[in-house]
């Protein structure tokens, strides 16, 4: 059985704490130019969703110009006035 050194401890908690900081500097370097990717592919994304939507804006845009008149309501009746009963 072998027993772990005072100084194996100490360089396997040296390495860590190196490892921590190497990746804590990697990650603030990497991490902003990651995110700005992913959101640049999201928003890609979300215009093609929307040009496959609505290929054709400009409906959205533009009057009916089919009709000059407002629409008009049918009439179903006439107006009833009712009065509470005491």
Known sequence: MQTASFTGVIETLFYIIVFYYIFKY?????????????VEKAEE?????????????????????????PRETKKVGEYVDFEEIE
């Open 26 to 38: 990697a990650m603030r370097l990497l991490l902003p130019v990651v995110l700005k990717k992913a």
């Open 45 to 69: 994304n979300l215009r093609n969703y929307d040009t496959r939507q609505y290929p054709n804006n400009d409906t959205f845009a533009q009057p009916n110009s089919k009709s000059d008149k």
